[in-house]
């Protein structure tokens, strides 16, 4: 089936830095969204975007809705200690009812 | 609202036993969908429901089976437990596949 790379893997930061991650299709999405897990609890939405070049933000949050519309990227700024978790993109392919999730993305911040 | 709600929290079976997750909505969504979530995969998609009295399978269906008689549940049915089961339940529902909201998962062990 259809595979988001979502990279990096893991990232260990320190508190106030800021934070880049992607995630990357072989093909063309219509819908890109960026999610966040706690540990123990169901993803919750954090962004979505719709169309090729959007920018959007949420607070600290940034993403972008990559041109090629084969990509995405999410942005941190000033990372505090609540950022901690698994940060998930998922797509959706024009004419697609199904959401493809990457593999995540998991964020530490050393004390 | 309470949202998405699933039931049990955590569930451990024998191999062979059957049982029923249930997932429950109360935003009037129609669109409910049954991931698993197991280390380094990300979420996959079992089953998918546009509406009440339509299913359909996502990407790895097998060994698992779903109904959809009122737009607020969605239980999901394991017919034959085997250990290749064991993993976290996510169920998810939307007004469409865009922005899905995620209930607090059933941790399943299949011993």
């Known amino acids: 089936g259809q595979q988001l790379n979502q990279s990096p893997q893991s990232m260990f930061i320190q508190e106030g830095e800021d934070v880049s991650m992607n995630c990357t299709s072989s093909?063309?999405?219509?819908?890109w969204l960026w999610y966040k897990q706690d540990p123990g609890e169901g993803p919750v939405l954090l962004i979505a975007?719709?169309?090729?070049?959007e920018l959007t933000s949420n607070g600290r949050l940034t993403a972008q809705f990559g041109i090629t519309r084969k990509d995405s990227f999410l942005n941190i700024s000033a990372s505090i200690p609540s950022d901690v978790g698994i940060y998930f993109c998922a797509g959706r392919m024009e004419g697609n009812e199904k959401l493809t999730f990457g593999t995540g993305t998991r964020l530490t911040i050393i004390p | 609202n309470a949202g998405v709600t699933q039931t049990p929290k955590f569930q451990v079976l024998k191999t062979g036993q059957s049982m029923t997750l249930q997932c429950a909505q109360d935003m009037n969504h129609e669109y409910m969908s049954w991931y698993r979530q197991d280390p380094g995969m990300g979420l996959r998609l079992i089953h998918y429901s546009v509406g009440a009295g339509i299913t359909d399978q996502g990407e790895v269906p097998n060994g698992y089976n779903v109904s959809r008689s009122t737009t607020e549940d969605f239980p999901l049915r394991l017919l034959s437990a085997a250990p290749s089961q064991t993993s976290v339940y996510f169920c998810?529902?939307?007004?469409?596949?865009?922005?899905?909201?995620f209930g607090p998962g059933t941790r399943l062990t299949v011993t």
């Open positions: 093909s063309i999405f219509n819908t």
């Open positions: 975007l719709y169309k090729a070049g």
């Open positions: 998810a529902s939307s007004y469409s596949p865009h922005e899905q909201y």
